[in-house]
């Protein structure tokens, strides 16, 4: 269980990195709190590099769905 200040800097930064993403896009959105959630867990707390892993999701995210989005 994470404690109330790292609850709020996971949202700060997951806010920052989504910030130019639509609320409708629910995969991207998960994703990224998905994996700062991942990283918050196993100890990391250093905010440059919560916005880097943040960020990273963020490609990923958009990778996968222009994967799952391509005409066959």
Do not use: N
């Not at 959630?37 to 963020?58: F, Q, T, V, Y």
Request: hydrophobic share 40%; with cysteine.
């Amino acid at each position: 269980m994470l404690d109330i200040e790292t609850t709020a800097l996971l949202r700060a930064i997951h806010a920052e990195v989504c910030e130019s993403i639509s609320g409708y896009e629910i995969y991207t959105r998960t994703h990224v709190a998905s994996k700062l959630l991942e990283s918050a867990s196993s100890g990391e707390r250093s905010i440059p590099d919560l916005k880097k892993i943040g960020r990273s999701a963020l490609k990923q995210a958009a990778m996968t769905r222009r994967v799952q989005t391509w005409p066959q």
